[in-house]
């Protein structure tokens, strides 16, 4: 069936550090990648997503590259900020319509000043 | 746009007693919503897929007659845990899928539910 495996955390970086939250998956087809972001208390919520090969999601400077030869979908962002503090979640749904999400475990992200 | 609105968003009840979760689409018709439970410091486990108008679609391990999942409109889902207890409390998030140019899943708030 299809997984996730993302890097372990927690993950404690100073501001302005580089990061890189690496994320492998398992899955027949070609499934749509997906980052998510949670901070405490709430639901996820979208960071972005590529839904075909060499497609780049990105947003709010965080990026990601769907490579289908290596199976990875790494989260990246140049320079992190205190308010990246936060849980990062990597998922994939199958090329089926309402396919469910298989998600990784979760990177917990803590960003010190 | 493609908004989910959930609640309550936090709810405490007594053991015994039944608690319903409201899930609802604003800006669009959810034909599938997913329902996750999630507990502390870990990820979403997966516990049922609704289709609107149909039963849901239970994952391995989940008791359908204590999370009882109604999904009679395309805007509205709800999860009733029934006959709560201790071991319930937990945070229940919903989620539904896009389709089209947006497709993806967006996900409601979260409840938290504690059963005293």
């Known amino acids: 069936g299809d997984s996730v495996t993302q890097m372990e955390g927690p993950v404690t970086l100073s501001e302005e550090a580089f990061l890189t939250i690496n994320c492998t998956y398992t899955a027949t087809g070609y499934p749509s990648l997906f980052w998510y972001v949670q901070y405490p208390g709430e639901g996820l919520q979208l960071l972005l997503k590529?839904?075909?090969?060499?497609d780049k999601g990105s947003n709010k400077g965080f990026e990601a590259t769907y490579r289908k030869e290596t199976t990875s979908f790494h989260l990246e962002k140049g320079s992190v900020q205190v308010s990246d503090s936060a849980v990062y979640f990597c998922?994939?749904?199958?090329?089926?319509?309402?396919?469910?999400?298989?998600f990784g475990e979760g990177t917990q992200l803590t960003v010190n000043p | 746009g493609a908004v989910v609105s959930q609640h309550p968003s936090r709810v405490i009840c007594k053991s015994g007693t039944s608690v319903k979760i409201e899930c609802r689409s604003l800006d669009f018709q959810a034909t599938t919503m997913f329902w996750y439970r999630q507990f502390p410091k870990k990820s979403l486990m997966l516990m049922a897929t609704s289709n609107e108008g149909s039963k849901a679609t239970y994952e391995q391990g989940v008791e359908k007659d204590k999370f009882l999942i109604n999904h009679a409109s395309l805007t509205l889902s709800t999860l009733t845990v029934t006959s709560a207890h201790p071991e319930d409390s937990s945070f229940y998030i919903c989620?539904?899928?896009?389709?089209?140019?947006?497709?993806?899943?967006?996900f409601g708030s979260g409840t938290r539910l504690t059963v005293v």
């Open positions: 590529a839904t075909k090969a060499d």
């Open positions: 998922a994939l749904s199958g090329e089926t319509s309402g396919s469910r999400l298989t």
């Open positions: 989620s539904a899928s896009l389709q089209g140019p947006n497709y993806g899943y967006t």
